[in-house]
């Protein structure tokens, strides 16, 4: 008997969904369906449609996911074909064009939803690419999408990540690794690649996120134009990234504080790594290791002229909400203790849980509270390698104060 071909997954939405996605959002979460032809499978195509039946997008179904349909298009129907992949590519590509010199070839290159590639991050790290996947839908057209980079972008090497929470899965269902080597030459050392100049490593197999925190590439180039004749401390500082700008920018000492003996064998290395840049060679370089909200919570050894507090997300989920707004508060009232008359804080929060408004105000009570006059100097998100065009992608935001 012959068998029919499958028909088109088509999903009808709720009213307020539609909405949503009109305005750009996009996620369709799974109690937004109001009906579905069949069953979807994992990582297709679905076809949504709005309350009078008209085409609304199209988008890659996962049944296993609360966002049950991460959106790809909308406006008028469209077929989705390697031309198709190739295009979104392209003008994903022309958005980052001009923005980085020779002196940067480590940066993001597709940041998820924002640029069109939902839940799929790709950085580069000069010669190697990291493609970073968030949700199992994409590994189904794992290699479409992988023939789609290396057609626009012929990367020497490129190393596959995967979110923690879809590890077993793309192991059960596609045995596929976190940190496998997708095609190129097995690396011989940790990769290392430019930014603004600076050598780095890059631990892209195993490292956190795709292995450097390429998102704070413009608050450290901010913290260079600082640094000059300061006492610096970089407050959970993972490898280095802001130390190294400061000790560039002419910062008489820099003190990397962190939690990790792994991040700060990296930080060792950066500077290593940074020798021949004369602001490097001079500056002294301390690491401590220890659990950074206790030892801000002390009493002061010592005071420093600008301090860096980056720390991790302190709100996983929104639960946490509360409570890490009254940590954010905390952390920036006892470091501010730190701080020598005439110093700067440089305040960061990557939860994307906490909004920026209630970050910001956090950190000003915690100025207010330290009695003494400050000013503030800015306040600064995104940078344009990292896209925000939705609510739930704006995480990362910082606050510059001077405290008399
Ligand atoms: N500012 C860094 C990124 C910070 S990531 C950069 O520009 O690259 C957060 C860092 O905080 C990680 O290195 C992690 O090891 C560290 N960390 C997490 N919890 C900590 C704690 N309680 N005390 C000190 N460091 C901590």
């Given at each position: 008997?012959e068998?029919?071909?499958i ?15 009109r305005?750009?959002h996009?996620?369709?979460f ?5 009906a579905a ?13 709005d309350r009078?039946?008209k085409f609304?997008?199209l988008g ?9 349909v991460?959106?790809l298009h909308?406006?008028?129907p ?7 992949w190739q295009?979104?590519l ?9 923005l980085f ?11 998820g ?13 000069d ?8 949700t199992?839908?994409?590994l ?7 023939g789609?980079i290396?057609a ?5 090497r490129l ?5 923690r ?10 045995c596929?690794?976190?940190g ?6 097995k690396?011989d050392?940790?990769?290392t690649f430019l930014?603004s100049g600076l050598?780095f ?15 704070q ?6 913290v260079e134009s600082?640094?000059?004749g ?6 959970f500082s993972?490898s280095g990234?802001f130390?190294?700008?400061?000790a560039r920018?002419?910062?008489k000492?820099?003190?990397d504080?962190?939690?990790?003996a792994h991040a700060?064998?990296?930080?060792r290395?950066?500077?290593a790594?940074?020798?021949a840049?004369?602001?490097?060679a001079a500056?002294?370089h ?7 909200f206790?030892w801000?919570?002390?009493k ?6 600008l ?5 991790p997300s302190?709100a ?12 954010y508060r ?5 470091g ?21 408004e209630?970050f ?9 509270a330290?009695?003494?006059p400050?000013?503030e100097?800015q ?8 896209p925000?065009t ?9 606050i510059?104060l001077?405290l008399?």
């Amino acid at each position: 008997m012959e068998s029919l071909p499958i028909p088109r997954l088509r999903l009808r939405v709720t009213a307020t969904a539609e909405t949503l996605i009109r305005a750009g959002h996009p996620w369709l979460f799974a109690d937004s369906v109001r009906a579905a032809n069949r069953p979807g499978r994992l990582g297709e195509l679905a076809v949504l449609f709005d309350r009078h039946d008209k085409f609304l997008a199209l988008g890659l179904f996962d049944p296993e996911s609360p966002i049950r349909v991460r959106v790809l298009h909308t406006g008028k129907p469209a077929t989705i074909d390697p031309a198709w992949w190739q295009g979104r590519l392209k003008q994903t590509l022309a958005r980052r064009e001009g923005l980085f010199d020779a002196q940067t070839n480590g940066y993001r290159c597709i940041n998820g939803e924002s640029d069109g590639w939902p839940g799929l991050v790709l950085d580069r790290y000069d010669r190697t690419f990291v493609l970073k996947l968030y949700t199992v839908a994409w590994l189904p057209r794992l290699d479409e999408v992988v023939g789609c980079i290396r057609a626009a972008l012929h990367p020497p090497r490129l190393v596959l990540r995967l979110s923690r929470n879809i590890q077993a899965l793309a192991k059960e269902r596609f045995c596929r690794d976190d940190g496998e080597l997708l095609f190129g030459e097995k690396p011989d050392g940790p990769v290392t690649f430019l930014e603004s100049g600076l050598r780095f490593e890059a631990d892209v197999r195993q490292g956190q996120k795709t292995g450097f925190f390429l998102d704070q590439r413009e608050n450290r180039r901010c913290v260079e134009s600082l640094a000059r004749g300061r006492d610096v401390l970089n407050a959970f500082s993972f490898s280095g990234g802001f130390s190294l700008y400061a000790a560039r920018g002419g910062a008489k000492s820099v003190t990397d504080l962190d939690l990790s003996a792994h991040a700060l064998a990296g930080a060792r290395r950066n500077f290593a790594l940074n020798q021949a840049v004369p602001g490097v060679a001079a500056c002294r370089h301390d690491c401590v290791r220890a659990d950074a909200f206790a030892w801000l919570a002390a009493k002061p050894a010592r005071k420093f002229d600008l301090i860096v507090l980056d720390p991790p997300s302190l709100a996983k989920r929104e639960a946490e909400r509360a409570r890490a707004i009254g940590a954010y508060r905390q952390l920036n009232a006892d470091g501010l203790r730190w701080l020598a008359p005439g110093g700067v804080l440089v305040a960061a929060s990557c939860s994307a849980h906490v909004s920026t408004e209630e970050f910001f105000g956090a950190v000003r009570q915690a100025a207010r509270a330290n009695g003494r006059p400050f000013a503030e100097w800015q306040t600064t998100s995104h940078a344009p390698d990292h896209p925000a065009t939705f609510p739930e992608a704006q995480y990362l935001k910082a606050i510059y104060l001077r405290l008399g």
